[in-house]
């Protein structure tokens, strides 16, 4: 390894600005930080919230509750075409139920 051409390793670490965690880590960079963390992010916390002002969530359940009945339709159809067409006999046809 040649001297004098490679950055200084330090091993500060990372620290979260919104809960103070400190994270060990090396790096070529001294006093990194964070905003957020997996320690104070709702998401790993379980205090996520869905905020829908715009009704986005209300849209796109209805979009895929569409999707899923024209689904069920075709394959109705599908199932449909496949299956022979059923033929009345030449009795019945001519002479209705009774015969």
Not at 26 to 32: A, K, N, V
Not at 45 to 70: H, P
Request: charged share 25%; hydrophobic share 25%; proline share 4%.
């Amino acid at each position: 390894m040649k001297q004098g051409i490679h950055p200084k390793y330090t091993s500060d670490g990372i620290v979260c600005t919104t809960c103070g965690t400190h994270w060990k880590i090396g790096s070529t960079r001294q006093g990194l930080r964070v905003e957020i963390c997996s320690n104070c992010h709702p998401f790993y916390t379980g205090e996520q919230r869905i905020v829908d002002t715009a009704g986005q969530v209300d849209r796109f359940m209805k979009r895929l509750s569409a999707a899923q009945d024209r689904q069920a339709a075709m394959e109705k159809r599908r199932e449909a075409r496949s299956q022979p067409p059923q033929k009345q006999s030449l009795l019945k046809e001519l002479y209705g139920d009774d015969a």
